[in-house]
């Protein structure tokens, strides 16, 4: 064994098996979306941009196609409920790490422990725990009964807010430990700095400290942003399934055979809006970058 | 003067923080002991769904495939991510270095359910039937940036001197790998292994899409009951797998850290 070659099939496992299991599969969901939906489930090959055309459009009785916001409404609806559940982490995650990164030292990798150990434990189990929160006749309506505050509420399960505060939840701590991360390398000496120019605290916590860790949070808001856009499990047991997702869309796409070339229209259209996230951050770090 | 760098009220959020973290999962537990078949009607202590939990042929199927597919899913992402960590960080004139990274790390670049439709899809024009093969073979694939990257930091944090000490003295690669390196990143590789059986065990989207009689993991047999309501024997099923987490959760933690870290 060489080990000249090694850096060849050292490699080549690793290069196999995603080509095998996902590059070349996702160049087929392409060609699927560009199929036909075939006469029992499944799809005819071909090519056609009726799948996509349908994302907009529905064809009504006369074959003339009409305008439909449905489906444009779940990806707006997609879009907003990620970039809400990004902002709500990082304005959560801040302060947090932050008074985490000043508790003395031997306290420090207890605090962190505690804040990983949760995204340790399965993430439907912590999905769950919301349902007995939220459901009807769940934790928070027995205590807002139980100091007469009120005697019977709408659900608060199958809402909008049920499924942000799951997506939350379930993705706070990806964004703690970059932003953690980032905190601690803070340099203490700019506070002070900040401080003896008379900047006052909240000054000093947007001027100094937020850029100096932006980094984190960024690097934060890609780990929670893109999961979030393909959440399933938050939409269908949070969200009751009436509201739909893209995530949940694709996934009843499949289920059962319904129409498959129109759910992989949906997963492309989720895959390019994946990559023009990830486009613009990567492109928005090299010019931060630049500028330091 | 009081200290610039304190903030009033960041220490009454954080322990707000830490309540918020911590208290759905406690209810969680706290319900599982409910007498009461409603799982919402406090009545009484008792252990009984904890015996009727473990009494559950088809939820101890669940485990026993998705601790399978998850075991053998480990140890193949694990090898493979080892294999291109080390070219990737000790080899010298790769090519492609860049490119190797990012495929390596393809499964974390888009959301799950795009590879679960994938690998469905594919599945399904080659004619594999095998349920848990397809489970393995999805697993295996989106494991390998977990077990990666852990195994990467410890052998960037690493000098590369005891390996060209090694082989000064004349051992071959192979020796100075097993007897050198590997021992030197083994915190590295065991906590990679760690995290790619816990995102194994913990998956939902890819292995319900996958799923078919025989092979239903252990969170699409949780999905099923929680779509048929919440019971309290849910909830002790949950709690037991709280426990099964939190002890894994520590003994990473423990034997990562027992050997002492260098650089």
């Known amino acids: 064994m ?291 | 003067m009081s200290d610039v760098k304190r903030y009033p009220g960041a220490r009454i959020f954080t322990a707000l923080f830490f309540v918020w973290l911590y208290a759905p999962i406690l209810v969680v537990i706290a319900y599982s002991f409910n007498e009461n078949r409603l799982a919402s009607v406090w009545t009484g202590f008792s252990w009984r769904w904890y015996d009727s939990a473990l009494q559950n042929r088809a939820l101890l199927d669940a485990v026993k495939i998705s601790l399978t597919v998850a075991s053998v899913a480990t140890v193949i992402a694990t090898t493979v991510a080892l294999m291109a960590a080390l070219v990737l960080v000790r080899g010298r004139d790769v090519r492609l270095r860049r490119v190797s990274e990012t495929v390596v790390n393809l499964p974390l670049l888009l959301p799950e359910i795009v590879l679960a439709v994938a690998v469905l899809i594919l599945f399904s024009q080659i004619g594999l039937q095998n349920g848990m093969a397809k489970l393995i073979i999805a697993h295996t694939a989106f494991c390998i940036p977990f077990a990666f990257l852990p195994i990467r930091a410890r052998l960037q944090g690493m000098e590369p001197d005891f390996e060209e000490a090694a082989q000064d003295l004349y051992a071959t690669p192979w020796v100075a790998f097993r007897r050198v390196t590997l021992p030197l990143i083994a915190p590295g590789v065991f906590a990679g292994a760690m995290l790619a059986f816990v995102i194994s065990m913990d998956d939902f989207i890819t292995s319900n899409m996958l799923n078919s009689g025989g092979s239903t993991t252990l969170p699409v047999y949780i999905f099923g009951l929680i779509k048929q309501g919440t019971t309290p024997e849910l909830n002790a099923i949950s709690t037991l797998i709280v426990l099964g987490s939190l002890v894994l959760a520590t003994t990473a933690l423990i034997l990562t850290f027992r050997t002492p870290s260098r650089g």
């Open chain 1, 2 to 292: 060489r080990l000249r070659d090694f850096r060849i099939w050292g490699l080549a496992p690793a290069w196999g098996i995603m080509a095998l299991t996902l590059i070349l599969p996702i160049g087929i969901v392409v060609l699927v979306s560009l199929a036909t939906r075939g006469a029992y489930g499944g799809f005819d090959w071909g090519l056609s941009f009726d799948s996509y055309a349908k994302i907009l459009f529905e064809e009504d009785w006369d074959g003339n196609l009409a305008f439909t916001p449905q489906y444009l409404a779940i990806i707006g609806r997609t879009l907003w409920l990620a970039s809400l559940t990004t902002l709500i982490c990082a304005a959560l995650a801040l302060p947090a790490a932050y008074t985490i990164a000043q508790a003395p030292g031997r306290w420090k990798p207890v605090l962190i422990y505690l804040v990983t150990l949760p995204f340790w434990v399965s993430m439907i189990v912590r999905v769950y725990a919301w349902i007995i929160i939220l459901g009807n006749d769940g934790v928070i309506e027995k205590t807002l009964r139980g100091l007469g505050l009120v005697t019977d509420i709408d659900s608060l399960l199958f809402t909008d807010g049920a499924m942000l505060a799951g997506l939350v939840y379930s993705y706070i701590p990806l964004m703690i430990l970059p932003v953690f991360a980032s905190i601690e390398k803070l340099d203490g000496s700019l506070i002070e700095a900040s401080h003896d120019l008379y900047g006052s605290r909240w000054v000093t916590a947007r001027r100094v400290i937020l850029p100096l860790t932006l980094p984190g949070v960024m690097a934060g808001a890609v780990l929670v942003f893109v999961p979030c856009l393909g959440a399933v499990l938050e939409p269908i047991l949070l969200g009751g399934g009436k509201t739909m997702l893209m995530g949940n869309l694709i996934q009843t796409q499949f289920g059962g055979g319904r129409n498959w070339p129109f759910g992989a229209a949906i997963a492309v259209t989720l895959m390019v809006l994946v990559m023009i996230f990830l486009m613009l951050n990567a492109l928005r770090a090299r010019k931060g970058g630049a500028d330091v």
